[in-house]
């Protein structure tokens, strides 16, 4: 006779495997960005900047700052403009914020990793560069496969 504990036991462990080595969801990245050099409000403000940017071209104000994006040669994003692509990152699927080491008082730059579709898919690598005032002074943009860890 099988003692029933042993059972239960198994059972659960079974059931709760698939969970427990599930990849994370798109949503679960947005919600949890991992951050680098900085805390969660000044990684939230600087979200805010750059999708304060966005609205604002879209809107069809002016901005000042350069705008750069590229991709390997033989993805398709090649041909897609910085300016479309920087309108369409999404910023709600932002994996990791870092704030870079820098010793020039005059500029901060920042990296920010978004993925698009998801882990293990192709992500946007972007460059954020804020000036002394805190304005962007420069979004550059790379279109690239993650890391293969």
């Given at each position: ?74 993805y398709p994003m090649t041909r897609t403009a910085p300016r479309d692509a920087f309108l369409r990152l999404p910023l709600a699927k932002t994996f990791r914020v870092e704030r870079k080491a820098t010793d020039n ?45």
């Amino acid at each position: 006779m099988t003692n029933p504990r042993c059972f239960l036991l198994a059972a659960t462990a079974l059931l709760l495997a698939p969970a427990a080595l599930a990849q994370p969801t798109p949503a679960d990245v947005a919600a949890q960005p991992q951050l680098r050099g900085l805390n969660a409000e000044e990684a939230a403000a600087l979200i805010a900047k750059i999708a304060d940017a966005q609205a604002r071209l879209k809107n069809g104000e002016k901005a000042y700052f350069e705008l750069l994006s590229g991709a390997p040669a033989s993805y398709p994003m090649t041909r897609t403009a910085p300016r479309d692509a920087f309108l369409r990152l999404p910023l709600a699927k932002t994996f990791r914020v870092e704030r870079k080491a820098t010793d020039n008082k005059l500029w901060q730059p920042y990296r920010i990793i978004v993925l698009p579709d998801g882990p293990g898919k192709l992500l946007w690598d972007v460059e954020v560069v804020l000036g002394i005032d805190g304005q962007i002074e420069r979004i550059a943009m790379l279109y690239r496969s993650p890391a293969p860890f």
